[in-house]
C-alpha cells in the first residue's frame, strides 16, 4: 500500500491569508495525485488531478504542485466557503487517500 | 446532470452480506469506471472497487477487501451493485459511489450523496 499523510490535520487561519497543506507520499506517485474538498454531511469534491490540474468549476484561488512524495495544495486567499476538509489521494498504485486537513476559518 | 444515488439497509447484523445499491440518473452506465469508496472515522477514506461496463464487464477490488467484495451492474436498470460479505463492526461507515472522471478510474468527479452503514447486532 501507498500511504498519505498529509499536514497539518488542522488549521485555522483568516479570510484573506495564503493556506498551505502538504501530502507526502511513502513512495513516488509521479504526479498521480488528486485533492478533494469536503464539507460535513456531503460527499468530497474533485478539485485537482494530475497534481497541477485545475477541475472544472474549481475557483483560481486554489492550485497544486509536486510530485513524486512532496505535494501541496494551496489557497491563495482563504474565503469563507472554503471551510472545509481537504484530501490528498494517489492513483498510481491502487487508490489510497490522505487523512484529511481541516481548515477553519478564525 | 448525471446523478447518483444509493440505497440500501442501514443496519446490518456481524457476519452477514452488506448489499447496496447505486442509481445512476439522467446518464448511461456504459462506459464509466463506477466505483464504491467508503468512509469511517477509524480509516478514513477508502477506495473499494470499481466496475466498468461496456456490453461486457471489468472490476478490480482494494486488496485488503477482495475475499470479500463484489461489484455488479445491472444496465437493464443503470444500476450497479456492492456486496461485502462476514461484516464486522469494522465495516461500519458512510457507503459513497461514486464515477470515474473521464474514461479512467484514476480520480473521482461525480458522488453520490453517501449512506451510512452500522454494523451491529
Known amino acids: 500500500d501507498i500511504q498519505m499523510t498529509q499536514s497539518p490535520s488542522t488549521l485555522s487561519a483568516s479570510v484573506g491569508d495564503r493556506v498551505t497543506i502538504t501530502c507526502r507520499a511513502s513512495?513516488?506517485?509521479?504526479?498521480?495525485l488528486a485533492w478533494y474538498q469536503q464539507k460535513p454531511g456531503k460527499a468530497p469534491r474533485l478539485l485537482m488531478y494530475?497534481?497541477?490540474n485545475m477541475e472544472s468549476g474549481v475557483p483560481s484561488r486554489f492550485s497544486g504542485s509536486g510530485s513524486g512524495t512532496e505535494f501541496t495544495l494551496t489557497i491563495s486567499s482563504l474565503q469563507p466557503d472554503d471551510s472545509a476538509t481537504y484530501y490528498c489521494?494517489?492513483?498510481?498504485?491502487?487508490?489510497?487517500f490522505g487523512q484529511g486537513t481541516k481548515v477553519e476559518i478564525k | 446532470q448525471v446523478q447518483l444515488q444509493e440505497s440500501g439497509p442501514g443496519l446490518v447484523k456481524p457476519s452477514e452480506t452488506l448489499s447496496l445499491t447505486c442509481t445512476v440518473s439522467?446518464?448511461?452506465?456504459?462506459?464509466?469506471?463506477w466505483t464504491w469508496i467508503r468512509q469511517s472515522p477509524g480509516k478514513g477514506l477508502e477506495w473499494i472497487g470499481y466496475?466498468?461496463?461496456?456490453?461486457?464487464?471489468?472490476?478490480n477490488y482494494n486488496p485488503s477487501l477482495k475475499s470479500r467484495v463484489t461489484i455488479s451492474v445491472d444496465a437493464s436498470k443503470n444500476q450497479f451493485s456492492l456486496k461485502l460479505t462476514s461484516v464486522t463492526a469494522a465495516d461500519t461507515a458512510v457507503y459513497y459511489c461514486?464515477?470515474?472522471?473521464?474514461?479512467?478510474?484514476?480520480?473521482?468527479?461525480?458522488w453520490g450523496q453517501g449512506t451510512m452503514v452500522t454494523v451491529s447486532s
Open positions: 461514486a464515477r470515474g472522471k473521464g474514461t479512467d478510474w484514476n480520480t473521482f468527479d461525480l
Open positions: 439522467n446518464g448511461s452506465i456504459s462506459n464509466s469506471y
Open positions: 466496475v466498468y461496463y461496456f456490453g461486457g464487464r471489468s472490476t
Open positions: 513512495q513516488s506517485v509521479g504526479t498521480w
Open positions: 494530475d497534481a497541477s
Open positions: 489521494q494517489q492513483y498510481h498504485t491502487y487508490r489510497t
